[in-house]
């Protein structure tokens, strides 16, 4: 599965974003989906995860009621809607396959797009 994020920028804080993450590979409609965020000299960390059906949605206690993840298995495609942004929600946002356990660990992942700045001023 090979993946590539996009929609990040400059927003400030209250604003929306809405990123995208396209997807190539077979699997990809059977495949639960994941995003991450890093901010500088941070672990990454989890934001939310989807099943593959879009049955089941995780989230970050930092990011529910906010954000809202979605797909669109016809696209291969899966989205992160960010409302209310906040500053502490600036960072790396990246989208990833997951390939078996818990939805909120890193190492439960296993293929990884390049990554989408996002970037909220006070």
């Known amino acids: 599965v090979q993946l590539q994020a996009s929609g990040g920028g400059l927003v400030q804080a209250g604003g929306s974003l809405r990123l995208s993450c396209a997807a190539s590979?077979?699997?990809?409609?059977?495949?639960?989906m994941g995003w991450f965020r890093q901010a500088p000299g941070k672990e990454r960390e989890f934001v939310a995860a989807?099943?593959?059906?879009?049955?089941?949605?995780f989230y970050a206690d930092s990011v529910k009621g906010r954000f809202t993840i979605s797909r669109d298995n016809a696209k291969n495609t899966v989205y992160l809607q960010m409302n209310s942004l906040k500053p502490e929600d600036t960072a790396v946002y990246f989208c990833?396959?997951?390939?078996?356990?818990?939805?909120?660990?890193?190492?439960?992942?296993?293929?990884w797009g390049q990554g989408t700045q996002v970037t909220v001023s006070s």
């Open positions: 990833a396959y997951h390939r078996g356990g818990d939805y909120s660990y890193t190492g439960s992942y296993d293929y």
């Open positions: 590979g077979r699997t990809f409609s059977i495949g639960v």
């Open positions: 989807i099943s593959g059906l879009a049955s089941r949605k």
